[in-house]
Every structure is written in C-alpha cells, then in structure tokens.
C-alpha cells in the first residue's frame, strides 16, 4: 500500500509503521499555527523535546522560536520559548511581554549553546507560574529563573505558532520530536508528529481537539515530515 506522492519519502505502510517522525523546520517558511491560546495572566508550562540540525549562532543572533504567541514590541505581549545561542543568551531563551512593548526574560545561568548544538535530542521547558516568577528547564533540571516580573502580559488573539522566526528572518533548522503545552495544570495541547504524516494537520494527541496547521516553504511536506 502506497501513500501516492508521499510514498517516494516514506515507503509502505509496513516500513512507515516502524519509523518515529519529527517534525522538520528547516526553511523559514516552516511553521505550524495554533487554533488553541494561554489565556493571558494563566500559569503555563511549554515542554518541548527538540534537536538543532544547524548550530545556534554563538554571537547571539537567529532565536528559534518553539513556542510564540503575540506581537513583538507589542503592549498587548507575547509568550516566547526559543533556542537562542551566544554568552548572552546562553542557549535558551524565555520572554513574557511586560505591557509596555519589552519583555521579562529567564535565561540560564551558565552558558548551554554547545551542549545544545551537540546534534542530540534535549527536552526544553519553560514555566510561568502566574504570578510573578519564569523558570527554564534543560533535560528536566532547571537552569534559570526570572522573579520580581513586571506587568507579565501576553496577547492571546495575534500569532499563535511554533516556527522560525519568519518575521526577522531568524531562526536555524530543528527537529521537533513532541511538543506539549499546559495551562493551569491541564494540558492544552500536545504533538507527537506520529500521527496524520504527510498532511497538513498536525494532531493533538490530547484529546481536545485543538490542531495545527502546517505550512511549509520550497521543500514542501515531503522535507518537514522527516524521521527522528
């Protein structure tokens, strides 16, 4: 049994059943949008199970974005969980918009970006508890924190995505293997990239329901739905 055009990258059924896939974002075009928003002033947990296929940048440039929801520069802000490399940044990158177009931000306290440009799968894991401390997780440890925020905001009707950064012209080439977010201790949505391969809908395994849809650039879905 054959997947017509997609059987040219993926094979049979048989040989498709004993693959893992991973979502592959390596164009800036790539992206998957988000039916579903953290509404703003929730407690929320972004978990992602991800590996850079190019290096993070080490002089700081090229964020990544895992999770993004908003408007940059925007009062009405954003909730941004990337990879971004270099000795300021540190590898990881998490902002919460502070209502007046800036941000608070966590980092991690020491400098991660060759650990993550080690062509391995790592788990990513940004928190904010609601009120006023962000924290970042690197392979289930925690990394770095921000307390003492100012005014956390972040819009819940502009982007919603996981994606490059298409807007900049940032972002380097990723392999997502799961992707899970949590509001108020309950899960939102979660992506395991098993499921509706060579589509371009990206299914929550959650059970709610709330879908991606992907958009891919010149590669087309043949090149994002790739093997772990």
């Known amino acids: 049994m054959n997947f017509g055009s997609f059987g040219a990258s993926f094979g049979s059924f048989s ?12 164009g800036l075009a790539d992206h998957v949008d988000l039916t579903s928003v953290v509404t703003n002033g929730s407690a929320f947990e972004v978990e992602v199970v991800a590996k850079v296929i190019a290096d993070l940048p080490t002089n700081g440039s090229d964020p990544t974005n895992l999770f993004f929801q ?31 177009g800036g941000y608070n931000e966590a ?15 790592h788990t990513y894991k ?14 289930g440890s925690e990394v770095g924190s921000k307390t ?10 502009s982007a ?7 807007a900049n012209n940032f972002g380097v080439s990723t392999k997502i293997r799961s992707h899970k977010v ?24 959650s059970g709610n329901g709330n879908n991606g ?3 891919t650039g010149s590669g087309g879905l043949a090149t994002f739905w790739g093997t772990v």
């Open 70 to 100: 908003g408007t940059y520069g925007s009062s009405s802000g954003v909730i941004q969980c990337a990879l971004r490399g270099g000795s300021f940044y540190k590898g990881i990158l998490f902002r919460i918009g502070n209502g007046a």
């Open 15 to 26: 040989s498709i059943g004993r693959k893992r896939f991973a979502g592959v974002f390596d």
């Open 182 to 205: 949590t509001v108020g201790g309950s899960v939102l949505n979660e992506f395991n990239f098993q499921a509706n391969f060579g589509t371009t809908t990206l299914v929550d395994t």
């Open 213 to 215: 849809t992907i958009t």
């Open 160 to 166: 919603k995505a996981i994606m490059n950064d298409v």
């Open 126 to 139: 940004y928190t904010f508890d609601g009120s006023d401390t962000m924290k970042v997780f690197f392979d």
């Open 107 to 121: 980092k991690p306290d020491s400098d991660l970006t060759s650990t993550i440009n080690d062509n391995l799968y």
């Open 148 to 157: 003492s925020l100012t005014n956390p905001t972040f819009s819940s009707t």
